[in-house]
């Protein structure tokens, strides 16, 4: 599978994971990795879920934008760049975090962009070494 | 100097240089660089100052909203995520590229995020391995 498409899929499964089973993303987390959420540094798997459950919401889904992929330099190391939206269930949070042009009014959304590098197992997988989150208020 | 104050010495430095000389930039990548520009892939030095310096737009000032840094993996390296904006000099680009909100209308603005990984130097500076950069349109 080419880097691209090997980004793409791991994207795909890692909201498809944090939309319907955020406990499930330890998985993906060695104790060596790094959270950077909205500025605050998080250290290891246990610590990074603990902090991705605990978020102020349950619902929500995340549509991507755009997929950046490049080799790291680490030995099958790959940095992948990711935009896109999130949409939070119930109509308090999708006022506060979602935008739409609608009959010509906007209203704020915001755009999430997120790093993640990802560095290959010796079981043929990927986990996540690095991982940086931001939503972008525009 | 701790990594943080580093990488946020490092973006003021690379963007006083793209605003005032962007082509004094060859400095900071190397043969081995990637540059993903919205989603175009260009490798190695020349190249990427190439099509920085042939961007369509020769005055322009980026301002910087966040910068997050974690150490990368390789021997020394450092993953650093830039937020910000950017402005263009002339109305009819900054029209395109920049947002205001003016008495309740909102105009467009994009938020540009920049992504590099710097490697060391035997010299003790840094260079720019890794590079993706993205225009998010709110």
Known sequence: ????????AF???????????????????????????EGQKIQGSQNIVAKLTSLPFQQCQHSITTVDCQPSGVNGGML?????????????????????????????????????????????SYYVLNDVFRLNYA
Chains 1, 2 share one sequence.
């Open 11 to 37: 994207v795909e499964h890692y909201y498809t994971t944090f939309d319907g089973n955020r406990a499930g993303l330890a998985n993906l987390y060695q104790e060596g990795s790094m959270l950077t959420f």
């Open 80 to 124: 992948v760049f990711v935009s896109g939206n999130l949409q939070l269930a119930g109509e308090q949070h999708a006022l506060k975090f979602s935008q739409v042009r609608d009959h010509g009014i906007f209203k704020i959304k915001p755009i999430k962009t997120k790093m993640f590098h990802l560095i290959p197992t010796p079981q043929g």
């Open 1 to 8: 599978m080419d880097p691209d498409a090997l980004a793409k």
